[in-house]
C-alpha cells in the first residue's frame, strides 16, 4: 500500500527519530494511531488502516445544538445543574456562528430541557434555562458503594415552536475527585466520591481487538460486567490505545466502574511543533466534550509513563523534548481542561508525584507502577516491604487455558517454547521469568497442561499477595489496579480475562480479594524470611496475623476463626473471634505465633462468617508449595441441577473445576478445601465431562 501508515512512520522516523517502546515499531509517535497497533509487549504488530467507526453527513438547516456543557453544584441535599449550550446557527448569509455570539432569541430560537429521573419523574423546563436546582437528588455511586443513578437529560432545540435538534444523555449526580493531603506517611491519593474516601478496585484496559472494527457494544458489555461481577471499583484505560466509544461510557456508568481515562500517549517522547499541538488540541476538545458528562469519569490523566521514562532519560535527554512535555502535559492540557472540565480532575501521567520530574514513581506520593516483582524477577513477598499510596500498575503474567491455546496451536506446537508459542508471547524474557517463578514454587510440570494451569496459580497468587497487603493498610494506600484486564489478540500477558473472555485464575481470585468484606492473613513462614535453608536444622519464625478489610458502607459484626491443621485436614487447633468492623476501614485480630507447627505437613485456615455463612476463607503453609506435604485428595466430582459438588480426602489447595464444554462460568473456581464438601453454585453453562484437579497434580 503506497501511504500505508508503516511507510509513513519508517520515513518520519528516519528524518526525526523520535524513540519510544522497544516492543513497538520504530517511529509510531509520529502518527494519531493507538500506539499498540505497531507492537507492545502483549500484542503483535498489526496496523489497521481505515475508517473503523460509523460515520455520516449531517444537514442542518437553520441550526444545531454543538456542544453541552452541564457543571453540578451540590449542597444541602440539593444539586444545582448549571448548563451551557452552545448552538451553531446558519444566519440569511449562511454563516455559521457560536450561540454564544448573541443571545439565541435574536434568531427566534430557544432551546426546552426534560428531565427523567431514575423513578421516572419527569420535569420539563420550556425557557432556555441556565440553572436546574434538584432537590433531594438520588446520588450515582461506584459498584458497591451505593447505587448507579443516572438522569435522563433531553434538551431540544426550537424555533417556531418545532423541534430542529436534540441533544440526549444521562449523566450522574455525583462529586468525584482526588484527595491530595500531607500526611505521616507522605502524601495521599484517594477518589472521593460525594465525599467519601473510597479504595480503587480495578485494572487496567487496553483495545478488546487489535482489529478495533471487532468491537461491539455486547462484547464490550460482557467485558464490563464481568468486571463488576468480580468486585471491581474502577477501569483504567491506558494511553497507548484508543479511547473508548460512547458505549464503553454508558456502561461503566451503569455497571457503576469509575474511569481512569489516559489522554492517547504511551511511552515515547513527542515534538510539540505548530502542526502537532493543532491536531492534538482539536482531538481532546473532540473527546473531552464527548465524554465529560458521564458519571464514571473519574479523572484525566495525561500520559503512560512518558514523565517516569525521561525523568530516567531512557527516551532522551534533550532540553527541548523534555520542555515539550512539560508545555503539553502541564500547560496546555490543564489549559484546555479549565475551560472544557473544570470539575475533572487532571493528573499529568501515571506514574506521577504530581509533575515536573519531581521523582515521579514515588511510594510516597501520587500512584505509582511497581514492577519488581515480575519485570525485576523479586520475589512477591516483596509487595509487602512497601505501603504505596496508590498502585495503578502491577502485574504478573500467566499462559491463557488449554482450551484458548488450542484455538492458535496444532497439537505439535503446544511446547511453550514451540515457535508458535513463542510467537504468542511478545514479552521476550517472560517465558523464562514464569519458568524461574515456577520453580521456586511448584514441582516441576511433567506435561503442558499442568504448566499453564501453574502459570495462572503463580499469577493469581502473586497478584493476591499483593492486594491484600495494600488493602490491609487502607488509608495510606487507596488504590489497586492490576495490570491488565484483557487481550487483544490470542498470547501470553498479563490479563485476568483472555482475548477468548476464558476467566483466568486471577478473576476468579479477585472476586475473593476485591471483596466488600475481605479476611486476609499476613504469614510469617520461610519465604518471609531471609533464611538459608541448606544447613539443618535451622529456625523459621511462623506466625498468623489476620486482618479484615471492610469495604462497605457498613459497620458490620463477624466471627472470624482460624484452625491449625493437619495436611489430612484435621484441626489440631482453633480459636474464635466475634468482631466489630467499622465502614471503610480495616481492622488487624490479635498476631498469633506459631511455634509448634510443623513446616512442611501443617498448615492455617482462616474463615469470616456474616449470618451464619462463610464470606471470606483462606488457607496459609508456611513454606514453597512444592515442599510441602501434600497428600493426595482423591477428588471427587459431581453435579446436582445448577450446583457443583467436590469431595476431598485431605487439605487441596486451588482446585480447579475444569468443563469439557465451552464457557462454563462458576460461582467460585480455583478454591481451597480442608478436607470434605465442597459446593459451587452453577453461573452459565452446561457441566458436561467435568474434571477437577489441585496443587497435588502439580508434578
Sequence with gaps: MK??????????????????????????????????????????????????????????????????????????????????????????????RFGVDKEISDYDFRYKVTITSPDNEIIVYNDSINEIIIDNPKLWWPNGYGDQNLYNILIELIKDDVVIDKWENKIGLRTLTISREKDDYGESFAHVVNGVKIFAMG??????????????????????????????????????????????????????????QDFMFACA???????????????????????????????????????????????TSEKRLKADYIKLYEYIIPKLLNKEDPQTFYWPASPSSGGSFDNPNDDKRGDVHYWDVWHGNKPITEYRKFLFRYVSEFG??????????????????????????????????????????????????????????????????????????????RGICMGAIIWQLNDCWPVASWSSIDYYGRWKALHYYAKRFFAPLMLSCDEEGILTQDINPNPEPFEVKKSIHLCISNESMYDEVVIVNWKHRKNTGEIIKEKSYKVEIKKLSSVWLEKITLP?????????????????????S????????????????????????????????????????????????????????NSGIHKVKIIKGEPKGLKVRSVYDIR
Excluded at 501508515?5 to 522497544?22: D, M, Q, R, V
Excluded at 487455558?401 to 497439537?411: A, D, H, I, R, Y
Excluded at 510441602?628 to 485428595?633: A, L, M, V
Aim: proline share 3%.
Design 3 to 96: 501511504n500505508h501508515s508503516t511507510k509513513f512512520i519508517k520515513e518520519a522516523y528516519e528524518k526525526n527519530p523520535l524513540n519510544g517502546s522497544s516492543d513497538a515499531m520504530n517511529g509510531f509517535p509520529h502518527i494519531r494511531k493507538a500506539h499498540c497497533m505497531f507492537g507492545w509487549d502483549w500484542g503483535p504488530r498489526l496496523p489497521d488502516a481505515g475508517i473503523w467507526r460509523s460515520l455520516g453527513i449531517l444537514g442542518v438547516n437553520e441550526g444545531r445544538i454543538d456542544n453541552v456543557y452541564i457543571s453540578q453544584n451540590h449542597k444541602e441535599k440539593k444539586v444545582s445543574l448549571n448548563f451551557k449550550v452552545d448552538i451553531k446557527i446558519n444566519d440569511k448569509s449562511n454563516t455559521l
Design 203 to 260: 485494572a487496567d484496559y487496553i483495545p478488546e481487538d487489535n482489529i478495533l472494527a471487532y468491537v461491539n457494544k455486547e462484547r464490550t458489555y460482557n467485558l464490563l460486567k464481568q468486571c463488576k461481577d468480580v468486585n471491581f471499583n474502577i477501569i483504567r484505560v491506558w494511553g497507548g490505545g484508543n479511547y473508548p466509544y460512547d458505549d464503553f461510557f454508558n456502561i461503566c456508568d451503569e455497571l457503576g466502574l469509575m474511569v481512569w
Design 269 to 315: 517522547v513527542y515534538e510539540l511543533n505548530d502542526e502537532f499541538e493543532e491536531n492534538i488540541t482539536n482531538e481532546f476538545i473532540d473527546n473531552i466534550r464527548r465524554i465529560r458528562h458521564h458519571a464514571c469519569l473519574a479523572l484525566w490523566c495525561g500520559n503512560n509513563e512518558m514523565e517516569m521514562f525521561m525523568d530516567n532519560n531512557l527516551w
Design 396 to 473: 504478573f503474567q500467566s499462559f491463557p487455558s488449554l482450551k484458548s491455546v488450542e484455538m492458535f496451536t496444532e497439537p505439535e506446537d503446544r511446547n511453550i517454547f514451540s515457535y508458535i508459542m513463542e510467537k504468542h508471547q511478545r514479552n521476550a524474557t517472560a517465558n523464562g521469568k514464569i519458568m524461574n517463578y515456577m520453580e521456586q514454587t511448584f514441582l516441576y510440570p511433567t506435561n503442558f497442561d499442568t504448566l499453564l494451569y501453574a502459570s495462572q496459580l503463580l499469577q493469581a497468587e502473586a497478584i493476591r499477595y499483593g492486594v491484600e497487603h495494600f488493602r490491609r493498610n
Design 596 to 616: 509448634e507447627l510443623s513446616l512442611y505437613d501443617e498448615y492455617i485456615s482462616y474463615e469470616m462468617i456474616k449470618d451464619n455463612k462463610v464470606i471470606s
Design 618 to 673: 483462606g488457607t496459609t503453609i508456611f513454606c514453597a508449595p512444592k515442599h510441602f506435604k501434600f497428600i493426595n485428595p482423591n477428588l471427587n466430582i459431581s453435579v446436582n441441577g445448577d450446583e457443583i459438588t467436590i469431595l476431598s480426602d485431605s487439605y487441596a489447595r486451588s482446585i480447579e473445576v475444569i468443563n469439557e464444554e465451552d464457557n462454563l462460568l462458576l460461582e467460585d473456581n480455583y478454591f481451597d478445601i
